[in-house]
């Protein structure tokens, strides 16, 4: 994988995706044996998509934080979105085109206001939904696991490379705005956690 660069330009989104993968313990990340245990139960997630997408958009116009960050009738059109990126999933390439538009969202984030909290419980939902699902399909238990534990990776994998392409962007853009390089970013940001870190500590004690 690609060791991470300490630059200050984004470079290419297949870049972003494979550092941010390349962080990742083998273990935790997208394995080939998930996209073939992906491709062999393709039916059964696209059939997933109707209460996939109610249930996700349902939850985020639900919550106030979350429903801010659309615009009024806006929903079909992101709607039409999630259904493009679930069709893709189940239907494959998961190659690094696929995973280069996972870092491209986390730009899209930046710009849309879309906090990472707010991703990563979403991407919960869906590895969530699907389990649900698998459990009442009756599939084989060893099919049951691999296929909950391949979507689990992925949803695991795309939340990494959206984070990590979120961070980049914006270490990207203050460099870009106000001349600021990451390594003097960084030892600005680290005086100032520690500062917040010490306060923690007093306030937590026992931690």
């Not at 979350?66 to 679930?86: D, K």
């Not at 190659?95 to 984030?109: I, N, R």
């Amino acid at each position: 994988m690609t060791a991470v660069s300490h630059g200050e330009t984004l470079g290419s989104m297949q870049d972003l995706a494979r550092a941010a993968i390349g962080l990742m313990p083998p273990d935790c990340r997208f394995q080939p044996a998930d996209a073939e245990a992906i491709r062999r139960h393709q039916g059964l997630l696209l059939a997933c998509e109707p209460g996939l997408v109610r249930g996700f958009y349902d939850l985020v116009y639900g919550h106030a934080a979350t429903a801010a960050v659309f615009v009024e009738g806006e929903r079909p059109a992101r709607e039409a979105t999630l259904v493009n990126w679930w069709r893709r999933t189940a239907e494959g390439p998961l190659d690094d085109d696929y995973f280069a538009w996972m870092a491209m969202v986390g730009l899209v984030h930046v710009v849309r206001d879309v906090g990472n909290p707010m991703m990563l419980a979403m991407a919960g939902f869906v590895a969530d939904f699907v389990a649900g699902t698998v459990a009442s399909a009756g599939l084989d238990p060893a099919d049951a696991e691999a296929l909950t534990g391949a979507v689990r990776r992925l949803t695991s994998t795309a939340g990494a490379i959206i984070t990590f392409g979120y961070d980049r962007a914006v270490v990207s853009a203050l460099f870009s705005v106000a001349g600021m390089p990451a390594p003097l970013l960084r030892r600005l940001r680290d005086q100032e956690v520690a500062a917040v870190l010490a306060t923690a500590r007093e306030q937590l004690p026992s931690r």
